[in-house]
C-alpha cells in the first residue's frame, strides 16, 4: 500500500470501495478495488501531539482474508523487523478467521452453531474473550448488538434468494431462537453453551475489530514501532507513521462520490457501518444487511455511522449497533457514559440534504 500524502487534501471521485495503491516501481499491479464499508487512505501529514520524527522503515502488504482485502502496514527500526512484524499481524488475522468464521463448518464457532442445545463446548482463548465481550456489548446497547442474530440474517438471505418478503410466522420463528442473554459462559472451563436448538452465533460484527486488536499486539511484540491494520474498510492506527505524523484515515461520503473527511488517528481504532452500502434485493425493494435483533427487520436509520474508539472491538460493535438504533437513541446512549472513549458521526437524511450528527469528541479526530 502506498503513502498517499494528503496535505493538500481535496474531495476525490472514488468508487464504493477501497482503492489500495501500491508504489509505482516496485513490479506492483495497480490499484486494488474491494468492496467495503469505509475508504481507507492511509498518508503521512501534520505532526500530532505525542508522536516525534525517528526515521523509522516502513512494510506493507495487502492479501485476501475474511473475505475482503487486508493491508498490514508496520514501522520498525529495519526492514527485517519490520516485515516480521507484517507477518504476525496477518497471523494473528488467519487465527481469528479460522476460529470463529461462522462459515467454517469445523472452526469453534461452526461448531458451536453446530452443536447448539447440547452442552457447553471448551474454546479457546480468543474465542471465549471475543463471545465474552459479545454478550457485553449485547447488555449495553439493549440487544441492538445481538451475536445470536444469525437466524435472522439467514432468514432475509434465503428470502432474498426466493424473492418474496419473509413471513410473520417465519420471523417469529427466527426470532425465538435469537438472545445475546442466553448465552452461557463458564468462566472456569473456558466453555460456550447455546441452550436452544437452532441458535446460531455470527460475530460479522465484532470479530473483524478483534482481529484487528489481536494483530496489532502481535506486531508490537515482534519489534514494531507503530502498526496500522485495515480489514475490510475498520482501521486500527497504533502509533505513528514514519514521519512521526499521525496515520490519516479518509470516510467516503454516503451520497456522493469522493470522501467526506479526513481523520487522523494515533493509537485509536475505526469502524464505519451504514445501511446502504450492502443489501437485499427483494420484490424491487432494497433492505439493508444489517438486521434489528430486537424486531428482525432490516434497520432503516443513518446510511452511515462511524465510530472512533480505543480498541478495533470496540469500534466495530458500536459501529453496527449504531447502524441499528436511531440517530437520537444512539446519542443518547453515548452521552448517558455507556461507552466511555467512543465518538461517533451519523450521516443521515438524503443526498439532497444530508445531515451530519456528531458527539463532542469526535471533531478533535478530523483533519482541518
Known sequence: MAVLLLSDWKPVPLRRAVEVRRPEGRGNPGPVWAPVLLTVTIACVVIGPGCRRNEPVRAARSREIMGTLATVTAVARDLRTASAAVEAGYSRLEDVNRLMSDYVDDSEIGRLNRFAGGPPLPVSAETYECVRRAVEFGRLTGGAFDLTCRPLIELWRKAAARGRLPTDPELAGARSRVGWDRVRLDTEARAIALPQAGMQ????????????????????KAGAQAALVEVGGDVVAAGCSPEGRPWRVGVKHPFQTGLLLVLELSDRAVATSGVQQRFFEIEGRRFSHIVDPRTGQPARQAPSVTVIAQDGITADAWATALSVLSVEEGRQLLAAGTAPGVEAMWVSGSSAEPIITRTPGFEAYVAP
Not at 465484532?206 to 486488536?213: E, Q, S
Request: charged share 25%.
Open 201 to 220: 452465533i455470527d460475530l460479522g460484527g465484532i470479530a473483524k475489530g478483534y482481529a484487528l486488536d489481536l494483530a496489532a499486539e502481535a506486531m508490537r
